[in-house]
């Protein structure tokens, strides 16, 4: 079964870029048909998806989002990244890592990481 652990800063400033990494393990994400994805629910809200990269590096993104957001991999160690630029306290929230069969992933299928909370604030 894969296995998946966001990493990151847990505050960011407004204005600033918000970095994020996911290690995975028991899978590689150069097998194909594996889609690995950012998505995100601020608290009270539902879950948002924010951009997936997939088996063969190539990377999709949420319209809303797609100017500020970057998902790029490093195939050496087994991550991929996440950056979302310009951030403002709106971007405050649960940020997930996943892998699925799809471009866009579903809660409740595929596989997902636990969760890293990050905060924007001054």
């Known amino acids: 079964q894969v296995q998946l652990q966001e990493s990151g800063p847990g505050l960011v400033k407004p204005s600033q870029t918000l970095s994020l990494t996911c290690t995975v393990s028991g899978g590689s994400l150069t097998t194909v048909y594996g889609y690995y994805s950012w998505i995100r629910q601020p608290p009270g809200k539902g879950v948002e998806w924010m951009g997936t990269?997939?088996?063969?590096?190539?990377?999709y993104y949420n319209p809303s989002l797609k100017s500020r957001t970057s998902v790029s991999r490093d195939t050496s160690k087994n991550q991929f990244t996440l950056q979302l630029s310009s951030v403002t306290p709106e971007a405050t929230a649960m940020y997930y890592c996943?892998?699925?069969?799809?471009?866009?992933?579903?809660?409740?299928?595929?596989?997902w990481g636990q969760g890293t909370q990050v905060t924007v604030s001054s």
């Open positions: 990269i997939d088996y063969s590096g190539r990377s």
């Open positions: 996943a892998r699925d069969l799809r471009i866009v992933p579903q809660q409740g299928s595929g596989d």
